[in-house]
């Protein structure tokens, strides 16, 4: 979970912007740290509860992707000393979790429970991060409904 927190923060905020900038290397850096942590959590709890079906893990996953994403987007800006666009980023971030998480937990499920490599899965997570974010963005957006004269 670390290299997909990772990846996703770095790359849904540069795939937007286009350039390398302080906020996605921070991003990336605190996505890193969050997944590393949220992931021997969620390892666990996903390997133990694989018998229960998957109709139950779809909104559990939807929550527990928000909580990341949203803790990532919230102290990215408290980081950089930016606290004003704090509240907008932890949706933009819940969205990208949301959405990152969403596809992710049940082939990440089968193969680890397999005791197969789950690097294929992670890969995937890695190269459609960047997709993840335009998502994001517009489903942000959407919550948000901001009014442009």
């Given amino acids: ?22 906020g996605t290397v921070v991003a990336g850096a605190i996505g890193g740290v969050v997944g590393l942590l949220f992931g021997a959590v969620f390892r666990r709890m996903l390997l133990a509860r694989l018998h229960l079906p998957i109709v139950v893990w779809v909104p559990i ?16 800006p408290l980081v950089m000393n930016d606290s004003s666009i704090a509240p907008i980023l932890a949706i933009f971030g819940a ?10 937990w049940l ?12 690097w294929p899965v992670v890969v995937a997570a890695v ?5 993840i974010g335009h998502a994001a963005v517009w489903t942000t957006l959407t919550i948000l409904r901001p009014t442009i004269d």
């Fill in 1 to 22: 979970m670390a290299i997909v927190g990772a990846a996703t923060s770095f790359l849904a905020g540069y795939g937007l912007d286009r350039h390398l900038t302080a």
């Fill in 61 to 76: 996953s939807l929550l527990l992707g928000s909580f990341f994403g949203g803790t990532v987007g919230y102290l990215t």
């Fill in 95 to 104: 969205c990208a979790g949301a959405l990152q998480l969403s596809w992710f």
């Fill in 107 to 118: 082939p990440y499920a089968v193969r680890a429970g397999r005791g197969k490599s789950t």
């Fill in 127 to 131: 190269v459609i991060s960047t997709v």
